[in-house]
């Protein structure tokens, strides 16, 4: 790894340090990991530029930054050449869902090699802690029986349902069931494929040990029309 990955690395860490929602440093070191794979069968990427910004990607995410610029306040103190690092900062701003949404449309390689990345670690087993992790440090419910996703949200309204409250496994629906179909790399497909049929799993079981019947048969009617 180049030395500016690792000093990439050590500023995360301290951004994401005290974090406890689910955008602690080990997201980090994950979507970093994911990153690899992906490049690993993606040679055509320019790796440099995709790890910056798998390292870079949530330093200024709303959840864990009041007042954002960090990233680029790192490129500049780190003196990372202008064109990686404007590269970097594209990838970035490119990628988060509520901006891509769920049939991103990328102009790089490296965007999808990132998109991809930190997708994954939204689903599979990692994807359900991450939601009850993000869940009890928002103060949302588990589960309330009686509120079924709200279907087909743009953009803000996504934005705005998921700052107000809501219970953890609608998410599930309103976003970690779809994210299958955002990936843009082989490799990224082919995991996602994976985590996905593990998600889909864990959610038969719950709704079948709470015996919430209706909820199976909206869950088999979702991944039909989904
Ligand atoms: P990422 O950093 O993977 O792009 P997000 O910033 O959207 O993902 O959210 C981080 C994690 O927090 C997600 O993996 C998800 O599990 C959880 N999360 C985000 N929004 C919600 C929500 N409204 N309800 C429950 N969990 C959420
Ligand atoms: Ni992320």
Redesign the pocket.
């Known amino acids: 790894m180049s030395g500016i990955v690792e000093k990439a690395l050590a500023f995360a860490k301290e951004c994401h340090g005290g974090d406890n929602?689910?955008?602690d440093f080990m997201?980090i070191q994950r979507v970093l990991a994911n990153a690899e794979r992906i490049l690993a069968e993606t040679p055509e990427a320019d790796a440099e530029a995709v790890r910056l910004a798998a390292v870079l990607h949530?330093v200024d995410?709303y959840?864990i930054s009041a007042k954002g610029g960090r990233a680029e306040y790192f490129l500049q103190a780190a003196g990372v050449e202008t064109v990686l690092a404007g590269k970097v900062l594209n990838i970035i701003g490119a990628i988060?869902?509520s901006k891509s949404g769920s049939h991103p449309h990328f102009e790089m390689i490296e965007q999808a090699v990132v998109s991809d990345a930190?997708?994954l670690?939204?689903m599979g087993a990692i994807?359900v802690c991450?939601?009850v992790m993000?869940?009890a440090a928002t103060q949302?419910p588990l589960f309330l029986a009686a509120e079924f996703p709200a279907e087909n949200l743009t953009a803000d309204e996504y934005k705005n349902k998921?700052r107000a409250g809501?219970h953890?496994i609608n998410?599930f629906f309103d976003k970690?069931l779809k994210l299958k179909g955002a990936m843009q790399t082989k490799a990224g497909q082919r995991e996602a494929e994976k985590r996905h049929q593990f998600m889909v799993l864990f959610l038969q079981e719950f709704f079948d040990e709470i015996q919430a019947s209706s909820w199976r048969a909206y869950l088999d009617d979702f991944l039909k029309r989904n």
């Open positions: 929602s689910g955008h997201h949530d995410d959840k988060s869902f930190d997708k670690d939204a994807g991450r939601t993000y869940s949302r998921a809501n953890a998410h970690l």
